[in-house]
């Protein structure tokens, strides 16, 4: 099945300044790769997301690039600011399927 | 957030005896999923549904099982709870031909 490594675990950054979370996946066919962001104690929340067709996706401050030929797929957030502290985690569709395989989260925190 | 609903919302049970958990949806989509969220290892799939009656396997299915009579129900069963069971569960839907998954509150799970 697909496996799905995240990294770093913990990132603290300063308000303003930009955070980078990277994550690598094992099954070539996988084609869908979303971003969820969890405040304590909520559910995760659907952020961002892209498609194996698309190497770079943006939102705002929010940007996702991906890198089919590395399996490899990064979480680029801008001018940081305090609300953006959360625990993120990228996922993949195993065998392009309905199915996700998560990573084990990395944890943001801002210092104003 | 999507029309998803979790009952209950904090339980706690003893070693033993059956649990059921309820995923409740007003959106009409085909697919719904059972996770559970344990610290150091982000969300892992338990079951998912595919329609009325049609649930498989995920990752971590051992001691659950699930059940799918209507679109909008998808429940999940502990059939005798054990203290590695104690966890956060959260159901997700998506819609069919449509990969994004929204999540709904959770539950949380204590197995004394």
């Known amino acids: 099945g697909e496996n799905v490594e995240q990294h770093p675990s913990t990132l603290s950054v300063q308000e303003g300044d930009s955070a980078v979370i990277k994550c690598t996946y094992s099954?070539?066919?996988?084609?869908?790769f979303p971003w969820y962001k969890q405040e304590l104690g909520k559910r995760p929340q659907l952020i961002i997301d892209?498609?194996?067709?698309?190497g770079e996706k943006k939102d705002q401050r929010i940007a996702v690039t991906l890198n089919k030929t590395a399996k490899h797929f990064s979480l680029h957030i801008t001018e940081t600011q305090p609300e953006d502290s959360a625990v993120y985690f990228c996922?993949?569709?195993?065998?392009?399927?309905?199915?996700?395989?998560f990573g084990k989260g990395t944890k943001l925190s801002v210092i104003p | 957030d999507a029309g998803i609903t979790q009952s209950p919302r904090h339980k706690v049970t003893e070693t033993g005896t059956p649990v059921t958990l309820r995923c409740h949806q007003t959106?009409?989509?085909?697919?719904m999923y059972w996770y559970r969220q344990d610290p150091g290892h982000g969300l892992r799939l338990i079951h998912y549904?595919?329609?009325?009656?049609?649930?498989d396997k995920g990752e971590v299915s051992d001691g659950y099982s699930v059940s799918r009579s209507k679109t909008e129900d998808f429940l999940l069963t502990l059939e005798s709870a054990t203290s590695s069971q104690t966890s956060v569960y959260f159901c997700?839907?998506?819609?069919?031909?449509?990969?994004?998954?929204?999540f709904g509150p959770g539950t949380r799970l204590t197995v004394t």
């Open positions: 997700a839907i998506s819609e069919n031909g449509r990969m994004e998954q929204y």
């Open positions: 099954d070539s066919a996988s084609n869908y």
């Open positions: 892209i498609r194996s067709n698309v």
């Open positions: 996922a993949a569709n195993g065998a392009g399927s309905y199915q996700l395989t």
């Open positions: 959106e009409n989509h085909r697919y």
């Open positions: 549904s595919y329609g009325v009656k049609d649930t």
